[in-house]
C-alpha cells in the first residue's frame, strides 16, 4: 500500500489541516479523530496551530503504518455509512454559521438519492441547482453543491460534479440624482450620522448595507 508522508497545509482563514495519499485515495484531516486521538490542532491559539498541525500528521502516519495502513473500525462499511462519516468530518470542521448551515441543508438532500441508489446521480443534483431562479441563488446554491461533491469525491464516494454553467447576473442600476447637494444638505439637516454614511457610500462607492454601517 502506498502512503505519501502527510503535508501540513495552511488556509487563508488561517486554519490548518493535513493531506496525504494513501492508495488511491487522497485525506484531508483536521483532527485525530480517524485514529481516535484527542487532537484539534485549530483549537489552539494561532501560533500553535502549525506546531500541533505536524504532531498530527506524525501520528496519522505512524498510525497508519502500524495498522497495516488502514483505519480500522472507523472506516464505514458501506455507502450510507461512508456518507455520513463524511457529512459528520465536514461539519466538524471550522466552518462558518451560513456555510455550515448550507452543506446541512445539501446532505439531507443527498443522503435520500445515497440511500435509494447507493451515489447522487446528477439528474438529481442539476434539479436541485435548476430550482433557483434567482441568478444569484443558482450561482451560489451550484458553488456549494459542487464544493461539497468534490469533497466526497476526494474521500472515495464515487459522484459526477455537476458541469452547469453559472448564469450571468444583470445588474440593477439605479436612476441618477440630479441634485445630489440639495439632497445631502436635507439628509444632513434630518441625521449627521447618516449624512456621513452617505457621503461614504457616495464619494467611496462603499456599500451601505455592510461596509459602511460596520464603520467606526
Do not use: W
Amino acid at each position: 500500500m502506498e502512503l505519501s508522508y502527510p503535508k501540513v497545509k495552511r488556509r487563508p482563514d488561517g486554519f490548518f489541516f493535513i493531506e496525504f495519499v494513501m492508495g488511491s485515495k487522497r485525506f484531508r484531516l483536521v483532527n485525530g479523530q480517524k485514529i481516535k486521538l484527542n487532537l484539534k490542532p485549530n483549537s489552539y491559539p494561532p501560533k500553535q496551530r502549525k506546531a500541533k498541525a505536524e504532531l498530527l500528521a506524525r501520528e496519522v502516519y505512524n498510525y497508519l503504518v502500524n495498522n497495516n495502513y488502514s483505519f480500522d473500525d472507523s472506516l464505514p462499511k458501506n455507502e450510507i455509512e461512508l456518507y455520513d462519516h463524511l457529512v459528520t468530518q465536514k461539519l466538524n470542521e471550522p466552518l462558518s454559521p451560513k456555510y455550515k448551515k448550507a452543506i446541512e441543508s445539501i446532505s439531507r438532500e443527498f443522503r435520500g438519492q445515497v440511500l435509494t441508489h447507493k451515489t447522487i446521480p446528477i439528474e438529481f443534483t442539476n434539479r436541485l441547482i435548476k430550482r433557483h431562479q434567482n441568478p444569484t441563488s443558482f450561482n451560489t446554491t451550484r458553488r456549494h453543491i459542487n464544493a461539497f461533491l468534490n469533497y466526497l469525491k476526494e474521500n472515495g464516494v464515487e459522484v459526477e460534479i455537476s458541469s452547469l454553467r453559472p448564469r450571468k447576473q444583470t445588474e440593477k442600476l439605479h436612476k441618477p440624482i440630479d441634485n445630489i447637494v440639495e439632497l445631502l444638505d436635507e439628509v444632513k439637516s434630518f441625521n449627521t450620522n447618516l449624512y456621513l454614511c452617505c457621503l461614504l457610500t457616495y464619494g467611496c462607492l462603499l456599500r451601505p448595507h455592510r461596509e459602511v454601517r460596520q464603520l467606526k
